[in-house]
């Protein structure tokens, strides 16, 4: 029997014998499970080719290597797209909140392995990233078509996303809980019974699958021995601005160096270009290389010196101020060599950079207040976790995913104050300066984000095309009234006639109403022209410019019940209040039942 007839009498026998809630809870585990797996495989083939590197076979040519493999891993990540996938392979949590917003969760199959080959290549051959992004795309590519296979509807496919995200950066990480918190704050969930089970379902799963396959190893080894000393809040309070300056710093420059890249058509000169540059950050800073658990883990051990590991330059890394100073230097340049290598072609995520960026700054700033000479001491590995979580709060926009993930890391709360103050500061600097996250800017300006509010997501998850009607007589403004109700008027069921000139702009609508007391008066049929009689519209819409929300704040503050669409200048349809709301009623019932 083939695979379709297996699926379809096992269908059968669900609809029979399992609910809707049981079957969705066993889908959570088996999302949960291949999300773990992606996330493993993408682990183990990356550290597999890092392993070859840093093997002994090419330990005398370190320096040389950080220049050239990440022109080489991006080179073979360009093949890739260009010979075989020939598709787009965006960052992986945008993408996945762009399909949930306009796709309904309908994410192609190929976005299951395109990750999975691209982001070890780029990664594993020094590219700046991290794999959280491509472990969180190739999660929720598993569990959109596996919603899809058992033929699930569109609210039970985003739940399932969202579960797969949940399941990626817990078997990431080792952390539950924070995976749960994330797909809640990332994904704006609603935080109810029927998704919060599934989300402990799926994150449970994928934490047992990481543990059955890797282990009790973990990314980030860490042990908290210092406990909070209430006198250094002051210190964790200037932290929280300095990660959150920090942050703001690290989003302006991700979106220029992005914009810089956009300015070139050619995917070649931008692999050169990129390559090159990254190139050079390396060889210059190795310790960008990679995601940078490296530095990361040597930092919480204490070992700054092997977190910096060897330069070209001969730096006396006895001196503490120029240690403070590199450190700083890879603050600072993460950002670049991370956004570098987007830019480039490269394929990875942004999360693990900034834990790197945040560690690294907040190792640095306690080293500044240990040395200053005013006889203060604090607790470096504190003050590197907390580092963490300020860049994380004001980065990602994610405060509570950036508290509980340290925490758990930590394996308890004893730094939960530090934790909170330093979550709350930096996120509120940064949400001044930058109303959106990384993640969510360029979703925000085109009116594609997933936000709390149920009303304006499923507005958002509409799709324009298919309120707009375009069946309407147009008329030209020489027109006489005569051929306009022999030609129109007759013809038609409609009661207002759109008004173009010989290139199809728009000029103007007749109403039913406008001509109604003339329709009699034969003498009136070849004196009258549509131009004396034509009259400005309500209000117009752009189809390129304006989202389902602003569509539906034009209607209520016009008073209209149909409003013109104009498509690159011309005019393209009308859309009616009506066909509007009922295509909104039916979304929302789509995504709520």
Known sequence: MSFKGLLRKFLIWKYKHISERQFIYMLSILVGFLAGMGTV?????????????????????QSSLYFILPIVGLLLVYIIKQTWLKKHIGHGISTTLHAISKLNGIIPRYNIYAALITA??????????????????VGSALGSNAAQLFHMNTKTRLLLIACAAAGAMASMFKAPIAAIIFAIEIFSLDIAFASLVPLLLASVSAVVTSYFFLGTDVLLRFELTDKFQINDIGFYAILGVVTGLMSV????????????FKQFESRAKRLLIGGLAIGTMLYVIPPLYGEGYGVMNNLL????????????????????????GLLLGIAIFKA?????????????????PTLVMGSALGNAFAKIINNLGLDFNVSE???????????????????????????????????????MLVAAISF?????????????????????LITHDKDKNVLMMLEIDKVIETNFIILKPEMKLREVLTSAVAKSSRNHFP????????????????????????????KVDVQSVMHADAGIIIYEEDTMNTIMDRFKTSGAWNLPVIKNGKYYGYISKSKLLTAYRRQLINVTH
């Open 41 to 61: 495989a993408l682990k183990n083939i990356t550290h597999g080719i890092r392993g070859i590197f840093i093997s002994n076979v090419f330990q005398d040519y």
């Open 120 to 137: 070890p290549l780029t990664v594993g051959f020094g590219g700046s990233v991290g794999l959280q992004g491509p472990a969180v795309s």
């Open 249 to 260: 710093y690290y989003s302006k420059v991700f979106f220029g160096i992005t914009n810089f």
């Open 301 to 324: 051990k204490g070992d700054h010196i092997a977190a910096i590991g060897s330069t070209p330059f001969n730096l006396d890394l006895e001196n503490i101020w120029i240690v403070i």
């Open 336 to 352: 670049i060599a991370m956004t570098t290598t987007f830019g480039a072609g490269g394929v990875g995520g942004v999360f693990i």
């Open 381 to 419: 590995s504190n003050f590197t976790l907390i580092g963490m979580t300020g860049l994380m709060a004001g980065v990602l926009h994610a405060p509570l995913t950036a508290i509980f993930l340290i925490a758990e890391i930590t394996g308890g709360y004893e730094l939960f104050v530090p934790l």
């Open 428 to 448: 509120s600097i940064t949400k001044y300066y930058i109303s959106h996250s990384i993640y969510t800017l360029k979703l925000a300006q085109r009116g594609e």
């Open 499 to 526: 008004v173009v000139n010989e290139n199809h702009e728009f000029l103007g609508v007749i109403r039913l109403d406008d001509i109604r007391h003339m329709m009699f008066k034969t003498e009136l049929y070849d």
